[in-house]
Every structure is written in structure tokens, then in C-alpha cells.
């Protein structure tokens, strides 16, 4: 029903600066939220950043270095991420909160992840 797409994954080295985007498709009605998630290997999944209709939330961690833009006409969601940790690295996830119809409650919808690598 909802599609996510996200791009701009890869390696960088500790310090450089990497831009995830995500383009929501498909039944969409009214987008709730959209937002960036990541997975560090043996961890649990943690929000990054968020942008819903009350505005934006980051992870403490991300404060200053990351900055979350959305365009409301094309459903899109980008993070910039500057000043790259190696605690960084992990699978960036897209996330949607999607109303589908007028009648229905919204509902989660994820991206398939990205890898971020942040090394030398």
C-alpha cells in the first residue's frame, strides 16, 4: 500500500558528512510523520530523527551534527548528516506513519534500510 525508498547510503570517513533521502509512494492519504530509524549490529532499533505535524525530535546523540527536511508536495524526507562518528554505523531505516483513507487510523511503514558506514 506504501512504498518507501530510501538512497544515499555508503562509507565515509569520521568527520565527513553523508545525505540519506526517502520517497513515500503509493495509498497515501495523509503522511502523520516521517522519520529516520537505525540498527547497529547487536543493538536495538533506535530513532534518529522525526518529523511529524508537531515538529521535529532527534536523538540526543545526533543533536547539531544531523538535520531533518521534509518536502510536504513530493512526500519525501531527507537527512543531512554532518560530522560522521564510527558510532554512526548502522542501517538507517525510513519510517512513514500513513493514513491510507479518510476512515482509517494510520499505520507504520518501513524502508527497506540503508548501510552507513563511518570508518577509516
Known amino acids: 500500500q506504501v512504498q518507501l525508498v530510501e538512497s544515499g547510503g555508503g562509507l565515509v570517513q569520521p568527520g565527513g558528512s553523508l545525505r540519506l533521502s526517502c520517497a513515500a509512494s503509493g495509498s497515501i492519504f495523509r503522511i502523520h510523520g516521517l522519520g529516520w530509524y537505525r540498527q547497529a549490529p547487536g543493538k536495538e532499533r533506535e530513532l534518529v ?40 554505523t548502522a542501517v538507517y531505516y525510513c519510517y512513514a506513519y500513513v493514513a491510507t483513507t479518510f476512515w482509517k487510523s494510520p499505520a507504520e511503514y518501513w524502508g527497506p534500510g540503508t548501510q552507513v558506514t563511518v570508518s577509516s
Open 49 to 88: 530523527a522525526r518529523h511529524t505535524n508537531d515538529g521535529t525530535s532527534y536523538q540526543d546523540s545526533v543533536k547539531g551534527r544531523f538535520t531533518i527536511s521534509r518536502d510536504f508536495a513530493k512526500n519525501t524526507v531527507t537527512l543531512q548528516m554532518n560530522s560522521l562518528k564510527p558510532e554512526d
